[in-house]
């Protein structure tokens, strides 16, 4: 017979045996509880969805929202046959210049489609999401050939499932796809209208936010009518296109690229111009002798402002070329400004509740706002410039 090991717990002139082989019973010296082993199944169940539910509750609230890339963005590259035997080589070429620049906090992926209709490979995921992954890339690229026929719609189908995996980390920014094609036909679907309706359908059914851009890269122009009408089945912008492989380079480093650093700059304006807004109504409030209005006002445009932090980081992650540095300094010193302002601002109010004078700290908050304005207007110049380079002759 194996021994039983037992422990007893004093308690006053009772006593408790708590008995070591695990079986569930429990002797309280004059009475035994049989704890019944449903019950204890059910405990450890409970137990352990508690865990489970509370890990997910760690990833999906916590970890993943962190970790999230700002854009994730997925290149889609036409590999069929085309009229040019160099074009696949010449799409390569540029992606591999264009990824070179993208932001550090960016996960990119790449696809190609072409080949033949009803084939599992007509279209094929080269490489998954990731940051940091450029090199990957510009190798999986350079290992593409030209093969089959043009199978876009497939590849368009195939990239918007591959946003929709269970644990994928979604972006914090932006969803997007960028298609670079030499044709602007299917060659398994000749509906346009079937076409568009499963376009429309399947970037609906993925639940997210997604961006579509389209480059037509040498793309004959009697198929340019139906890839107009495929883009905006998938709510893309008019397709860009370009015939020379500088206008690829030029064309696919601005949606890769410029795009996101005019995106992020314009909110940084859009934000700081609506705080400037309301130090102007807290400016209003002292003057008509409200400074608890004037108060919380001044608060809400300090909260604002920080809430432009994701902006921020991003511009300055993508800091890697002239015009985005040139946009990350301006938004640095346009912050500066505004920064100016609201404490410019603060301190009329501070004055007023003092019962100073307004007048000599009423003129440094005008002088505050004069320099901020000038520096919007610096900034927006940039802007201008940078969208015109999308159309602009290279």
Known sequence: MTRRSLKRLSLGDRSVVVKGDNSGPI????????????????????????????????????FSPKLAPNYRTQFLIDTATGTDPKGTAAVAKSLGKTVVNSGDEDALALRRFGGECGATDNTARLVGFDVDNRQEITRAAGRMRPAGGPTLVRGIVQAVEDFSGPFDRKARQVNRIIVVTRHGVDACEDDITFVEKEIRERV??????????????????????????????A???????????????????????????????????????????????????????RPDTAQSTLGRARTAVNGTRPEFDDLTDRARNPDARNVNEAADRLRGRQKEVVDAASRVLESAEAGSPLDPRMKAFQTAAAHYNDEVKSMNKLLVALRGKLTSPS
Request: aromatic residues 8%; hydrophobic residues 45%.
């Open 27 to 62: 002797d309280t010296g004059d009475k035994t509880v049989e704890m019944p082993r449903i019950v204890r199944v059910l405990l450890a169940v409970l137990l352990a969805t508690l865990l489970t539910v509370g890990v997910g509750w760690l990833y999906f609230d916590w």
């Open 235 to 289: 709510k893309a912008p008019q397709p860009v296109y370009v015939e020379s492989a500088p206008d690829l380079d030029r064309t696919l480093d601005w949606f890769s690229n410029a795009e996101p650093v005019l995106a992020s700059a314009q909110r940084i304006v859009d934000t700081l111009n609506t705080t400037v807004d309301q130090v102007n109504t807290a400016i209003r409030a002292v003057k008509d002798g």
């Open 204 to 233: 609906g059914a993925a639940g997210l936010s997604l961006q579509f851009r389209v480059v037509g890269f040498q793309v004959p122009g009697d198929q340019r009518r139906t890839l107009d009408r495929i883009a905006t089945a």
